[in-house]
């Protein structure tokens, strides 16, 4: 009978904590809509007042400044908050040490910039996977956005990335002491954080932490190993529609301008039955599409706005093929 009773107990307890998470999360929802519905307008006001004020250049750009971080605080969790809305789960054959490699080289540039010791190691065998890669890519970036935004001075960030059998371990240890006492918050509070746990779960991962001595976390990923003996890849190919073809007059053609390293997520956006796809990766290549195949829209993905971008649309500015085109750019990086 005691026994039964501690176990309603134990039951009760554990329900009013999983009540308690849920109407936490209700509560900041709420605060968050409340504040991108209330604070957008007045502080585009003030950046438009600002403007006005010709006599004290300074203190214009201090309002310019601090407004700005104001409207970037708000686009950053419109933006995230819509993280579990970006389509269903596409896996896609992705060499996994290769596309580990080029996070891990981002990561390292960020870690200089904020003079951060990384140590990482790579014990990833070269094979391809079964992997939704933009979800993949978007999750090491939210993940390690906070990191970096907390993480002390000259304190070490070590990154252990590793596959095993059907998993991919992603670990990561700092000796961060602000980093370690501020990660409760981030947990609970941090759009990119909750945005980053979206995308594992999306995936069927987890994220493990420990806090009690150096902050661990520990990310799983449950793959699947695509068999290239038996020819179940498809591999990517650069140009995999011949430009001099006709292609069906009755699909939509998207030039897509993209790296190597940025195709599967790319893909990934804009695959559709209705779309004829054509990648090309340098502007040379992408002003000769423009001109010699009847491009409907040109989608710019994660490239950097350059000498060279300018130049391409200076070139379509000037071009007699097409009169209008449609432009869209997509960035992984919010900022």
């Known amino acids: 009978m005691k026994k039964n009773k501690e176990i309603n107990r134990q039951r009760e307890e554990l329900l009013n ?38 006599e004290d250049e300074r203190l214009k750009q201090n309002i310019n400044s601090e407004s700005n971080k ?36 981002g990561l390292s ?42 993480i002390s001075k000259s304190s070490y960030l070590k990154v ?19 980093l370690a006492d501020n990660f409760f918050s981030i947990q609970h509070y941090s759009p990119y954080y909750k945005a980053a746990n979206t995308l594992l779960t999306a995936m069927d991962g987890t994220l493990t932490v420990n ?9 799983h990923l449950p793959i699947k190993v695509v068999d290239t003996q038996n020819n179940k890849i498809e591999e990517v190919l650069w140009k995999h529609l011949d430009l001099n073809q006709k292609l069906p007059s009755d699909k939509n053609n998207i ?11 790319a893909f990934q956006l804009f695959d559709d039955q209705e779309n004829n796809l054509v990648f090309e990766r340098t502007t040379s290549a992408i002003s000769s599409a423009i001109k010699h195949v009847n491009i409907h829209c ?13 130049q391409l649309f200076h070139l379509i500015k000037n071009s007699t093929a097409q009169t209008t085109l449609p432009i869209i750019y997509i960035s992984e990086d919010i900022d």
């Open 17 to 54: 904590s999983y009540h308690q998470l849920k109407n936490e999360d209700f509560e900041i929802e709420k605060f968050k809509t409340f504040v991108l519905s209330e604070f957008k307008e007045p502080v585009s006001k003030i950046i438009d007042s600002s403007k006005e004020l010709i």
């Open 70 to 105: 104001l409207i970037t605080l708000l686009s950053e969790w419109d933006y995230l908050t819509n993280s579990k809305d970006i389509g269903e789960l596409k896996k896609s054959a992705t060499k996994i040490k290769q596309t580990i490699k080029v996070l891990i080289d």
């Open 109 to 150: 540039i960020h870690a200089k910039k904020s003079k951060v010791n990384l140590d990482y190691s790579l014990d990833i065998q070269d094979q391809w996977i079964e992997l939704d890669s933009l979800r993949f890519k978007l999750f090491f970036k939210y993940l390690f956005n906070d990191i970096l935004k907390y």
């Open 160 to 178: 252990v990335v590793r596959t095993k059998d059907d998993s991919l371990e992603l670990l990561i240890e700092s000796n961060s002491k602000v």
């Open 211 to 219: 806090n009690e001595n150096n902050l661990t976390i520990l990310a």
């Open 255 to 265: 030039l897509l301008f993209c790296n190597d390293n940025d195709y599967l997520p």
């Open 298 to 310: 040109l989608v710019l993905y994660n490239i950097p706005v350059d000498e060279q971008l300018v």
